[in-house]
């Protein structure tokens, strides 16, 4: 605060009149220009040679220090309270608005503040920052997770101590999600925590063997995709997507042109293929005559050959039936498809085949059984053709004779299994040796019923009903007699019981 105008011309007039007086109060050297003295009231101060309010006061006439600022005293280096002492109550040693110096304000970033030893100083940080960097003053760093957690494998610094994943602060990994079968590649693998394809998580540490997805956490394949010998899916089976290893292939062809190998890994190691080169590796043979065996025994493209007009065609095996005012042929045996066997029937449906020791075909219609026998140049039996093969010159109640005998035949009574219940099962064509008619025809009696081309009227929705003769393995003895003829079924009837044999009315 300044002295008033009148104060400065008062002096100016009187300074002659009371220096004394003056130079007393303020104990001010008079030779001093540079100096600064305050009064003995306090009342005002010399500075540079001149004199100014103290501050202390705002009337220099009552000779009283009056308090500034309704008495308040404040940290300027001043009295302003006029008790003779400057700043008092204030602590620049631990006073944060003051610290080291009146006016000097700690102030640190993101953090609550203390004044020690009159110097600023972090207390504490605030919520959701830490100090982790020494070098930085204040609470640097936000934290990314406020309240802070646990520290988790997932990319993020839970706990805010400006480590991320740390190994010592994580929990302790999955026990369940990698596959650690024992005996294959999987066996030992390890779980980490590692950021991949931008994903921080917990990670199966397989070996090189094994066939996973890296960004998948458990990476396993649902199966394996290459074909490489080792058990890629962990799964206790090598290369187990890829059927078929090891088994017998060839080079497409038929019978004596057919070259056989091993199937085995392609070289790209995505799929198999057929090493000629390897066992079995039958050597393709020479062109052969053709025996119907679903065999291209001649080499030509055709398998078992039937058109009468083929020098190559095959020759059925068929007998000749002459009495009773009948002279036909007649199959041998049960007919059966091309190619089959003692235990397997074949898939080929080109013609019918007479040949013993293999499964008969059955499971068709009366129409397949016609057409088999046409592709074969011959046809369906006729009821009196089938009945005379049978019971033969003699007119015989069975094939063999009149007299039912049960182990004769595969009928009901026969058990094909020994031991335990009585077994009912289709045999192979002429298996039983004394099943069979004067004129040398196998199992016309038992083992599978069989179509002839002899129709007996049809269903109420026009569907032609056929005698199935012969009986089968599971019919008794009044069915597998040559003159039982109560057997019918539609057209369209299909059994595993149920097969057929061919006629022609001339010689194969």
Request: a negative charge.
């Amino acid at each position: 605060m300044r002295f008033k105008h009148s104060l400065f011309r008062r002096l100016s007039k009187e300074w002659t009149i009371a220096p004394l007086i003056l130079l007393a109060a303020c104990e001010v050297d008079p030779f001093c220009v540079t100096c600064e003295s305050t009064s003995s009231d306090g009342s005002f101060v010399v500075r540079d040679g001149s004199l100014e309010d103290s501050g202390l006061h705002n009337e220099i006439d009552s000779g009283v220090c009056i308090p500034d600022d309704g008495g308040l005293e404040l940290c300027d280096e001043l009295d302003n309270d006029c008790d003779g002492l400057v700043d008092e109550g204030f602590d620049l040693e631990t006073d944060i608005f003051n610290c080291g110096g009146c006016g000097s304000e700690c102030i640190i970033a993101n953090a609550n503040v203390a004044c020690v030893s009159a110097k600023c100083a972090v207390s504490s940080c605030l919520e959701g920052f830490e100090d982790v960097r020494s070098s930085e003053e204040g609470c640097e760093y936000r934290c990314p997770v406020f309240p802070v957690l646990a520290e988790d494998c997932n990319g993020v610094d839970d706990d805010c101590d400006g480590l991320i994943d740390e190994a010592k602060d994580l929990p302790a990994p999955p026990t369940d999600l990698c596959r650690t079968t024992a005996n294959t590649p999987c066996a030992g693998t390890t779980t980490v925590c590692t950021e991949r394809g931008g994903t921080t998580t917990w990670y199966c540490n397989y070996d090189e063997a094994v066939e996973f997805e890296e960004l998948i956490p458990n990476g396993i394949a649902l199966e394996e995709t290459l074909c490489d010998g080792f058990d890629g899916d962990c799964d206790g089976v090598v290369d187990d997507s890829f059927e078929g290893l090891g088994d017998e292939c060839d080079n497409g062809e038929l019978g004596a042109c057919r070259d056989v190998g091993a199937i085995v890994c392609s070289n790209d190691q995505r799929a198999t293929q057929c090493d000629l080169s390897l066992p079995p590796d039958a050597v393709a043979g020479a062109p052969g005559p053709e025996v119907c065996n679903s065999v291209d025994d001649d080499c030509d493209g055709i398998v078992d050959n039937s058109d009468p007009a083929d020098p190559a065609r095959i020759i059925d095996d068929m007998v000749r039936v002459d009495h009773s005012g009948l002279d036909f042929y007649i199959y041998a045996y049960e007919a059966s498809r091309p190619g089959a066997t003692a235990s397997d029937a074949g898939v080929s449906t080109s013609r019918a085949c007479s040949q013993p020791g293999v499964l008969p075909w059955t499971t068709l219609g009366y129409s397949a059984a016609a057409s088999a026998c046409a592709n074969a140049g011959h046809r369906l039996c006729t009821a009196a053709e089938w009945s005379a093969a049978c019971s033969g010159a003699g007119t015989t109640t069975y094939p063999y004779g009149n007299s039912y005998q049960a182990n004769i035949c595969n009928g009901a009574d026969f058990d094909s299994i020994p031991g335990g219940m009585v077994d009912h099962i289709t045999s192979e064509t002429g298996g039983f040796a004394g099943c069979v008619s004067d004129s040398g025809a196998f199992d016309l009696s038992g083992n599978v019923k069989e179509w002839t081309d002899d129709s007996r009227g049809t269903t109420s929705n026009g569907t032609p009903i056929y005698v199935i003769r012969g009986g089968s393995h599971e019919s008794p003895e009044l069915g597998l007699s040559c003159a039982t003829d109560l057997s019918r079924a539609t057209e369209d009837t299909a059994l595993s019981t149920l097969g057929f044999r061919c006629c022609s009315d001339s010689a194969p």
